[in-house]
Structures are given as C-alpha cells and as structure tokens.
C-alpha cells in the first residue's frame, strides 16, 4: 500500500475510534455509489445520522486536512447523501461532518471533528 493510501486508511480508523469514543455507532465504512464514496456513516443516541467526511494528511503536509473540503466536493458528498437517505428510507435528521486528521512524526493523530461543516442538515 502507498504511503497516502496508508495514511488516509489508518487516518479513517483514528476517527472512526473518535467517534465510537464519542457515542458514534459506525452504521457504514467507505460506502460506494459510484462515482461517490461516504467515508463514515454513523447514528448517535438521538437517532440522527451523521455522513462523515474524513480528510488525513502527516504533519507538515503542503496542505491541510480542511483545504481538501472543497466546495465540489461537498455537492458529491450532497449527491451520496441523498441517495443513501433515499436508498435506507431515513427519515431522521441527517448531518454531514467533516473531521481533519494530522498524523505526526510519532505515529500520533491530531483529529478535528467539526459537525454540520457544511450546514446542510435536514
């Protein structure tokens, strides 16, 4: 595997840990309709259901996690969405979260978890 696929997997499993640490069930993991992928799918205790956009980069990276978040990429994210509410019949709030991982030198992750980054709940 190279070394962005690693750091982007393993980036995905930290904040997948996050967010089970933080009341989060993993529902979906790398969920495709092409041409769109959903990193992470989650419920949380009040039933709403969070479509979580992971971005990874290593410490010192020419750009950040959050420059990836582009607004492109936030209308496939929309077009994903939308097909997977339709697809499961969800009809409870749904918010799309974006969290940025930096991995350092030491193996550590720094995570930002930045919930409803694109204000599009419905």
Same mark, same amino acid.
């Given at each position: 595997?190279?070394?962005?696929?690693?750091?982007?997997?393993?980036?995905?499993?930290?904040?997948?840990?996050?967010?089970?640490?933080?009341?989060?069930?993993?529902?979906?993991?790398?969920?495709?309709?092409?041409?769109h992928?959903?990193?992470?799918?989650?419920?949380?205790? /009040?039933?709403?259901?969070? #479509?979580?956009? $992971?971005?990874?980069?290593?410490? @010192? +990276?020419? %750009?950040?996690?959050?420059?990836?978040?582009?607004?492109?990429?936030?209308?496939?994210?929309?077009?994903?969405?939308?097909h997977?509410?339709?697809?499961?019949?969800?009809?409870? /709030?749904?918010?799309?979260? #974006?969290?940025? $991982?930096?991995?350092?030198?030491? @193996? +550590?992750? %720094?995570?930002?978890?930045?919930?409803?980054?694109?204000?599009?709940?419905?």
């Amino acid at each position: 595997m190279g070394d962005t696929l690693r750091i982007g997997a393993e980036g995905e499993k930290a904040a997948m840990e996050w967010l089970r640490q933080h009341g989060h069930v993993v529902v979906e993991r790398n969920w495709r309709t092409p041409p769109h992928e959903i990193d992470l799918v989650t419920l949380t205790n /009040e039933g709403h259901y969070h #479509f979580v956009e $992971v971005k990874t980069r290593h410490i @010192g +990276s020419l %750009t950040t996690p959050e420059e990836a978040l582009t607004s492109k990429k936030i209308r496939n994210l929309t077009k994903a969405i939308n097909h997977y509410v339709q697809m499961h019949a969800i009809e409870a /709030e749904v918010w799309l979260d #974006f969290m940025a $991982v930096v991995e350092h030198d030491d @193996g +550590s992750y %720094t995570i930002d978890y930045i919930p409803d980054a694109a204000n599009l709940r419905w």
